[in-house]
Each structure stands twice: as structure tokens, then as C-alpha cells.
């Protein structure tokens, strides 16, 4: 490869990268078509990682890529406050519509993390409006991602993302984690173990009070953790536990909402409905970046007191409601529907996970996990050189033509929805080569 200088390589400091690494041998995607990247060599690629988990319908789908292009040409922006567009409010009704009963009051923002934020700050400032300011206390998870916001990696979980940044939120506490590989190694789908996990939150309680603390934030599966599955009965355990202290639940759905896991809601798989969801990538498709935070009505409603004149949310981005990202959110909406994809995804469920736990025997793995269209697999770690096995797989799998998603030595997959049983196979053929070979 030539030298980066050349190549205009050295300005971009690459977000969650090893940026030496990448600079030493740079991998550059030019063009993607459904499942398939190409790169600057025009070689074809399967996309194993549906971009970011976000791209559940495919690249570069032609009805969402026309809904953004007569957008731009139409309403290029209008503010959100004080101001409206009418394609945003019935972005706002639909989403009401799809989402579990009770959610349906909508806050619009551009990613994962503001979502986040948005929601921690609605849980505050919703206690402290019922008087209850004392309740300012954020439960979060061991291993739980939420992004990289203050919030976000306060009651995030993954020490990486949190021991750079000596200052956080104050007052926050967190949850153990449900992976437990002695009691639910290489489990298919939930878990049977690990439901009374939940009551750690009766140990929180106790020691902080109650009246202490606002709000609970999970992930319904822990995604960027590497898919840590939540056991039978843990989350509707969470949800009774929330519910008896006064404490509002938030599901941080940003990955396993718009039919990862074969429903348009995580929660309506579990069939446990939490105060607040926070979503966003499935949203637009990845296509235009997009949030949304969906909230309880009641909560909503509490708010809406006091003087006429009087702001009742004192928060909200330039690009809440983008008229760009409200497009491809319409168009990504329609295609969900009329394409059939989470049925669709749900009929690739169990190919998936055949497949996945098919690669049992094919290296050093640990732990392998799946549900819906998401998986993970742990890879025995080099010793001495954490991160060293998952580089290198990351590598292969590039080689072999298919692009996965490692964080340190697991491996997480997640097709595109619209993916068909023989390029499901094809991903995985191209992973086996790449695993067999791994050093
Ligand atoms: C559960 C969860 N929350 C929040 C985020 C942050 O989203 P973003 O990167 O769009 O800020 C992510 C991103 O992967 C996520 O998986």
C-alpha cells in the first residue's frame, strides 16, 4: 500500500479505531448495493455487520435513497423549535402508533448517545417536576453500552470507554451483568439461568433508598458488550422491581429495535414494556443519522403544567426532526412493511443460529450466543495480547470478502434483514475460511 500521506490518510481521527493500525494497511469502502460493500479495488464484499447495526434493510435502498433525494430538494431544514414541518409530527404519530401501548409521545434526536442523554434527562427532570427532586440517582449495567456521551458512559458499563474520562455523572450505580458462561455457556436464544440477577436492583435500593434513585437504563440485549442475551424472567423481573420502588425503566433499544431481534420493538419480543425506549441507527437505516426517545404519556403529560409561556423541556438539538432524516425514516418505515422484513428476519432466525453455533470446533471460541439476527462468539484470547485475535480475525474476514465487527476478541454478527438464506451461507463460508485460519 502506498504511503498515507499520498492517499490525504493522516487528518481523519478515526472514531473507536486504532488509528496506527489502520494507517498501516487502509481499507476503504467506495460503494455498497443490499448486503454488499465494494472497496476502492472494486472487490465485493458481504456486510456481516449490517454497517453498524444499522443497516437493516440493505445499502443504498433505492425508495429511501429517493425519499432523501426529493427531500433535499424540497425542505432542506426547518428548525424544530418553535417551528414544524408537517413530515415530522406524522413521523412522530407513526412511531406512537408502532411502538408498545403508552409510548406514544416522541422526542426527536440525530444519534444512539443523544437518545441517551435525552432520555437520562427526561427521568431527572420527570421526578423533579412531581417534586420528587431527590430522585436523581442513574442505575445502569456492568458490560451496558450507551454510547459515548457524559450520561451515556456514566451508566455505561465497559471500563475502556469510561477509565480515559475522570469526570462523570455523579450519583451513579450499576447493575451486575447476566453473562454467567459457567451456568449459560454457548446457550441458544435466553438463557434458563440468571432471572434472579435482576433483583441486585432490591441490593441498590437498600443502600442508596429509593427516594434516591430516578431511573434504570438497559439494553434488552447488551449489544456492543458482544450480545449478552437476557435469561428467561429478567426483564420482567426488572421491570415488577422498577415498578414497586417508583423507579421508571428506560430500554436503550438504539441496536435491537427496528427488527434485529424479529419485531420493530426489542420489547414486544419480551413482551415487557418499559417508561422510556431510546432508539436510532434502524431508524433511517443508517442512511441520515436520526434518535428518538419514546415516552410514556403520563410522564409527558406531567409536564405539560404551569405557566402556558413557560418552555416544559429545557433541551433539544438544531437537527431534532431533520427533514432529511424524517425522509429516510418514512421511507425505511414503509419498506419495514411492505418488504415483510421482520417476519423475513424472523424465518432467517434459526439458519442463523445453526450456522453460528456451527463454528464451535473451528477455533479456540469460549462462548458463542445468539437471538433474533444478532450473535457473538468469544475467541480464546492470545496470551499477553488482549484484542490480538479479534485484530486478526477482523483481517481474515476482510480477505476472505466479508466485513464483521470485532471488539477486543469477540466477534458480534448481525446480517442485514433483507439477507437471503444462500448469501446467510455464503457470510458464514467466508467466516469459517477466516476462522480456520486464524493463528
Ligand atoms: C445500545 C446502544 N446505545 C447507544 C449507542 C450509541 O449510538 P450512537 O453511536 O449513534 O451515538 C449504541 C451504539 O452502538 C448502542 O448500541
Known amino acids: 500500500m502506498s504511503g498515507s500521506n499520498e492517499r490525504h490518510l493522516d487528518a481523519f481521527w478515526m472514531p ?21 460493500y465494494r472497496d476502492e479495488a472494486g472487490r465485493e464484499l458481504f456486510d456481516f455487520a449490517s454497517g453498524l447495526w444499522c443497516v437493516n434493510a440493505g445499502h443504498c435502498h433505492p425508495r429511501i ?4 433525494q426529493e427531500q433535499a430538494g424540497k425542505l432542506d431544514y426547518a428548525m424544530s423549535f418553535q417551528l414544524g414541518h408537517p413530515e415530522v409530527f406524522r413521523l412522530a404519530e407513526r412511531l406512537a402508533e408502532l411502538a408498545p401501548p403508552g409510548l406514544d409521545r416522541v422526542f426527536f434526536c440525530n444519534s444512539g448517545s443523544e437518545s441517551v442523554d435525552t432520555a437520562l434527562k427526561i427521568a431527572l427532570a420527570w421526578h423533579r417536576q412531581r417534586g420528587h427532586a431527590g430522585r436523581n440517582r442513574l442505575i445502569g449495567r456492568v458490560r451496558g453500552y450507551h454510547g459515548v456521551g457524559f450520561g451515556g458512559i456514566s451508566v455505561g458499563g465497559i471500563g475502556n470507554n469510561r477509565r480515559q474520562y475522570p469526570v462523570q455523572l455523579p450519583g451513579t450505580d450499576h447493575l451486575p451483568h447476566t453473562h454467567a458462561p459457567a451456568q449459560m455457556g454457548f446457550s441458544r436464544g435466553q438463557p434458563e439461568w440468571g432471572a434472579h440477577l435482576a433483583d441486585a436492583l432490591d441490593d441498590l435500593v437498600a443502600l442508596h433508598g429509593p427516594e434516591t434513585i430516578a431511573a434504570v437504563i438497559v439494553e434488552p440485549v447488551a449489544g456492543s458488550a458482544g450480545v449478552l442475551v437476557p435469561p428467561v424472567g429478567y426483564l420482567e423481573r426488572l421491570r415488577e ?27 414486544q419480543r419480551f413482551d415487557v414494556v418499559p417508561d422510556i ?5 434502524g431508524l433511517t437505516n ?90 457473538a462468539l468469544d475467541l480464546e484470547p492470545v496470551p499477553g495480547e488482549p484484542s490480538r485475535r479479534g485484530i486478526t480475525l477482523f483481517e481474515q474476514a476482510f480477505e476472505a470478502g466479508l466485513v464483521v465487527r ?34
Open 16 to 36: 473507536f479505531t486504532a488509528n496506527r493500525w489502520y494507517r498501516n494497511a487502509p481499507r476503504l469502502i467506495t460503494e455498497a448495493s443490499g448486503v454488499r
Open 277 to 281: 425506549i431510546c432508539c436510532a441507527k
Open 65 to 68: 435513497v429517493a425519499a432523501i
Open 406 to 439: 470485532t471488539a477486543g476478541d469477540t466477534l458480534a454478527l448481525c446480517p442485514p434483514l433483507v439477507t437471503q438464506p444462500d448469501e446467510l451461507d455464503m457470510m458464514f463460508d467466508r467466516l469459517e475460511q477466516a476462522l480456520i485460519a486464524l493463528p
Open 286 to 375: 443508517g442512511a441520515v443519522p436520526m434518535g428518538a426517545v419514546l415516552v410514556r404519556r403520563e410522564l409527558f403529560d406531567d409536564f405539560m403544567e404551569g405557566p402556558e409561556l413557560a418552555i416544559e423541556l429545557a433541551h433539544g438539538y438544531t437537527y431534532s426532526g431533520h427533514p432529511l432524516a424524517t425522509a429516510a425514516a418514512h421511507a425505511t418505515l414503509d419498506v419495514y412493511a411492505e418488504e415483510g422484513l421482520f417476519t423475513h428476519a424472523r424465518g432467517l432466525e434459526q439458519q442463523f443460529e445453526d450456522r453460528l453455533h456451527g463454528l464451535k470446533q473451528r477455533a479456540a471460541i469460549t462462548d458463542i450466543r445468539n437471538i433474533g439476527l444478532m450473535g
Open 241 to 267: 422491581r422498577c415498578t414497586a420502588h417508583g423507579i421508571l425503566l428506560i430500554f436503550d433499544e438504539v441496536i435491537t429495535a427496528f427488527g434485529r431481534i424479529g419485531h420493530l420493538f426489542g420489547s
